[in-house]
């Protein structure tokens, strides 16, 4: 396996001269920089495929220095709704002094996801190990099959799930985690949950919020209002009320 996954970054090893003429079609100029300049601090070795390309960002599949598959998040700095962003940040004081111009605030928005998710991470919580970002880019890891090719793990609206019950119950003990940690999802739903051999884990940190933040209270309540929507679907009893009681409950 270790020699398949070397063999791979080795073929996907390009010179750094080379990379605006293989990605220059899907990425500017700016974020071209930004890659080889992640490049040279060795938290990318190589990209290997475009995973996904949403509104808001792309999702590349990539490798480490190691050989070790890794994903690399690109915000586009003209896609995002930079204002409706601004408004979540505006309210955490680890942001509070950005300028309110476009690049500024995407910026800080990669920054929060790598923030947030490295508060996650380190609480235990089961989601992508935070690699390092830079600008509008966001690298973290790979989550999914890694035998022969590297496969990402499905979201959990993807999958037919064999023991909801269980399941429901390990994502509530998730959101207990980082919430005692002191953060808050923010967008949690069945879209940002993957599940990997019988194991939620949670993605898409951007959202999130600190508990102190004004809003945390209200985002709190729809992500469980969510996760509880869709596991009535699955047949288990959820009430939010007392799921959001069980999540504040103290250790």
């Given at each position: 396996?270790?020699n398949?996954?070397r063999?791979k970054?080795k073929?996907?090893?390009i010179?750094?001269?080379?990379l605006?003429?293989?990605?220059?079609?899907?990425f500017?100029?700016i974020?071209?920089?930004?890659?080889n300049?992640?490049?040279?601090?060795?938290i990318?070795?190589s990209?290997?495929?475009l995973?996904?390309?949403?509104?808001?960002?792309?999702?590349?599949?990539?490798?480490?220095?190691?050989?070790e598959?890794i994903?690399?998040?690109?915000?586009?700095?003209?896609?995002?709704?930079f204002?409706?962003?601004?408004?979540?940040?505006?309210?955490d004081?680890?942001f509070k002094?950005?300028k309110?111009?476009?690049?500024?605030?995407?910026?800080?928005w990669?920054k929060?996801?790598?923030?947030?998710?490295?508060?996650a991470?380190?609480?235990?919580?089961?989601c992508?190990?935070?690699?390092?970002?830079?600008?509008?880019?966001?690298?973290?890891?790979?989550?999914?099959?890694?035998?022969?090719?590297?496969?990402?793990?499905?979201?959990?609206?993807?999958i037919e799930?064999?023991?909801?019950?269980?399941?429901?119950?390990d994502?509530v003990?998730?959101?207990?985690?980082?919430?005692s940690a002191g953060?808050?999802?923010?967008?949690?739903?069945e879209?940002?949950?993957?599940?990997?051999?019988?194991k939620?884990?949670?993605?898409?940190?951007?959202?999130s919020?600190?508990?102190?933040?004004?809003?945390?209270?209200?985002?709190l309540?729809?992500?469980?209002?969510?996760?509880?929507?869709?596991?009535?679907?699955?047949?288990?009893?959820?009430?939010?009320?007392?799921?959001?009681?069980?999540?504040?409950?103290?250790?």
């Amino acid at each position: 396996m270790r020699n398949i996954v070397r063999q791979k970054w080795k073929e996907a090893c390009i010179d750094k001269s080379e990379l605006k003429k293989v990605w220059g079609g899907i990425f500017d100029n700016i974020t071209i920089l930004t890659i080889n300049k992640l490049m040279e601090k060795k938290i990318i070795g190589s990209l290997l495929s475009l995973i996904k390309q949403g509104k808001e960002s792309k999702i590349v599949l990539g490798l480490n220095m190691e050989g070790e598959p890794i994903i690399v998040k690109i915000y586009g700095i003209e896609a995002l709704n930079f204002k409706k962003l601004y408004l979540y940040i505006s309210g955490d004081n680890r942001f509070k002094n950005i300028k309110q111009d476009r690049r500024s605030v995407v910026y800080a928005w990669c920054k929060k996801e790598f923030a947030n998710t490295s508060i996650a991470y380190k609480s235990g919580v089961a989601c992508p190990r935070p690699e390092g970002f830079l600008n509008n880019v966001y690298v973290m890891s790979f989550i999914g099959k890694r035998d022969g090719e590297f496969v990402p793990a499905p979201k959990l609206a993807d999958i037919e799930i064999e023991n909801p019950g269980a399941l429901f119950e390990d994502i509530v003990s998730e959101i207990k985690k980082f919430y005692s940690a002191g953060l808050v999802h923010g967008d949690l739903s069945e879209y940002n949950i993957l599940y990997h051999e019988g194991k939620a884990y949670i993605i898409d940190w951007s959202h999130s919020v600190l508990n102190s933040h004004p809003n945390a209270e209200m985002l709190l309540k729809r992500d469980v209002e969510n996760i509880c929507r869709f596991f009535k679907k699955e047949g288990v009893a959820c009430s939010p009320e007392e799921v959001t009681k069980k999540i504040k409950e103290q250790q």
